[in-house]
T-cell receptor
Framework: DAGVIQSPRHEVTEMGQEVTLRCKPISGHNSLFWYRQTMMRGLELLIYFNNNVPIDDSGMPEDRFSAKMPNASFSTLKIQPSEPRDSAVYFC??????????FGQGTRLTVV | RKEVEQDPGPFNVPEGATVAFNCTYSNSASQSFFWYRQDCRKEPKLLMSVYSSGNEDGRFTAQLNRASQYISLLIRDSKLSDSATYLCVVNIIGNQFYFGTGTSLTVIP
């Protein structure tokens, strides 16, 4: 298996633009997580899905953030409109029934 | 209150030293526990799981104290290649993985 695949690896966008981050979890995994990492706040859980259903989105910072998982092999995290303070590395991870969580390589987002 | 708290460090230790990290968690419903390692500009990767009886993997020893709600990681005979950030992770009922902010370790020649 290729592991968790995220795209794009790097994204630079202007404030106010819409940003969409993509994730393909490991086949057969039933849970998917979106995290944001910054120097100040470390690794923060934004939202997670079990069997494609959003379970807890309490970590989503604002209404500007939304996440979807239309099927077991794909998820998106959207920021609209983007702001400079959204600049961070966004990780997607997947796991099978609470076992080890595998991370994608992350998307480094810069909002200017 | 954060679910998981860690001392961010940094810990700067000489090669061959023994270093210990601690981590506390707030939710008594936490079910499973892990230590992850994150290298600079890379994704976190599992270092080891943490079991109630304590477990060892080579130079690394992990321990769990449920009564006091803390987890520890001991690294013996530190190597230069151990330099990284070490993240404490708890899995709370319902399959929620919460990460500590990480402890930075630099092993000095």
């Amino acid at each position: 298996d290729a592991g968790v695949i995220q795209s794009p690896r790097h994204e630079v966008t202007e404030m106010g633009q819409e940003v969409t981050l993509r994730c393909k979890p490991i086949s057969g995994h039933n849970s998917l997580f979106w995290y944001r990492q910054t120097m100040m706040r470390g690794l923060e859980l934004l939202i997670y899905f079990n069997n494609n259903v959003p379970i807890d989105d309490s970590g989503m910072p604002e209404d500007r953030f939304s996440a979807k998982m239309p099927n077991a092999s794909f998820s998106t995290l959207k920021i609209q409109p983007s702001e400079p303070r959204d600049s961070a590395v966004y990780f997607c991870a997947s796991t099978s029934y609470g076992d080890e969580a595998f991370f994608g390589q992350g998307t480094r987002l810069t909002v200017v | 209150r954060k679910e998981v708290e860690q001392d961010p460090g940094p810990f700067n230790v000489p090669e061959g030293a023994t270093v210990a990290f601690n981590c506390t968690y707030s939710n008594s419903a936490s079910q499973s526990f892990f230590w992850y390692r994150q290298d600079c500009r890379k994704e976190p990767k599992l270092l080891m799981s943490v079991y109630s009886s304590g477990n060892e993997d080579g130079r690394f020893t992990a321990q769990l104290n449920r009564a006091s709600q803390y987890i520890s990681l001991l690294i013996r005979d530190s190597k230069l290649s151990d330099s990284a950030t070490y993240l404490c992770v708890v899995n709370i009922i319902g399959n929620q993985f919460y990460f500590g902010t990480g402890t930075s370790l630099t092993v000095i020649p």
